[in-house]
């Protein structure tokens, strides 16, 4: 009984797994220049609210991201740093660029947490696959000067406390420095 419970939940997991890259992957065929959040239908039965945005509903600012190496304009560490500004607060955001998924976690660059929530996360990617996954091409070998910067699509995965979590897709500019 117990295995094909195991097996039932399995098959669930991967069905939800599946149609939410698929969405993710028509999303990413679909848009990828324009700057704004576009709405997704979520798996049915699954709880994730999928967010529509107008006018700075869940930004209080627009998302910041860039390359985040010591030497500047180098990028040749293969590290971009990701801040979210939220208008409400939330326990955690997890962001995907490109396939590759990290926390916005980072204690120093976060805004400090009331109650367990924050309103600014931050965080790193590395490897990002600068040159790879994002696109960039220097004439200088590891330096770029920010010009014609990729604006990947973004998936945000929001946890907020006794709320279902929210996904939202946002695409943002790779500027040539962090900080």
């Known amino acids: 009984m117990k295995e094909a419970r195991r097996r039932q939940r399995r098959r669930r997991v991967t069905g939800a797994f599946v149609i939410v890259l698929t969405a993710f992957a028509v999303v990413v065929a679909l848009d990828r220049g324009d700057h704004s959040l576009r709405p997704v239908q979520p798996p049915s039965g699954q709880p994730t609210q999928v967010l529509a945005l107008d006018n700075g509903t869940l930004f209080s600012q627009p998302p910041y991201m860039g390359v985040s190496c010591r030497a500047p304009n ?11 500004w939220l ?9 995907a660029i490109e396939g590759r998924t990290f926390r ?7 805004g400090p947490p009331r ?5 600014v996360f931050a965080g790193f990617l590395q490897p990002a696959g600068i040159t790879t996954r994002l696109g960039v091409t220097t004439q200088q070998g590891t330096h770029w000067d920010g010009s014609n910067g990729p604006d ?3 998936a945000l995965t929001i946890t907020r406390s006794g709320q279902p979590a929210t996904q939202a897709w946002v695409n943002v500019h790779l500027m040539a420095g962090w900080g």
């Open 115 to 119: 109650h367990g929530q924050r309103t």
């Open 152 to 154: 990947p699509l973004v």
């Open 74 to 84: 180098s990028i040749a560490c293969d590290r971009v740093g990701l801040t979210i």
């Open 87 to 95: 208008r409400q607060p939330a326990r955690a955001i997890t962001a």
């Open 104 to 110: 916005l976690d980072n204690p120093a660059w976060s």
